[in-house]
């Protein structure tokens, strides 16, 4: 197994010592940059049949431990952080639902040449 592709069982979290505590769930709408620093699978499924979500751990330009959910019905999401490696940079934007709940909208490998402009970060 590819250590810089894995993603943790809740398990293996355990059994491994590795301390989440510091990262919390997005709350802000907007763009940022952030970097890959560890993939978890949920502890079961939100939604019956759709299969279990993704946690994708980030660590933002500004300092902030953010945690991005990757849900399996975003089919080109869900693949893109399953396969990413640990220490990738991306550009995220998240939005609000009608419900007010903030989530992922969308996902890309930052390049290192991206320009970027001041206020994502």
Known sequence: MNEKTKIYTQNELYENNINTNEYKLNEEVGEFVGTL???AW???SRAKG???AVRA???LKDGRKIIAMAQPFRIEQFAMI???EIGQQFKLRFEASSSRFIF???L???AEDDDLPEEIV
């Open 37 to 39: 620093k560890l993939k």
């Open 42 to 44: 949920t502890s079961r």
């Open 50 to 52: 759709s299969g279990k």
């Open 57 to 59: 751990f980030f660590e």
């Open 82 to 84: 399953c396969a990413a």
């Open 104 to 106: 992922l909208a969308e």
């Open 108 to 110: 890309e490998v930052k």
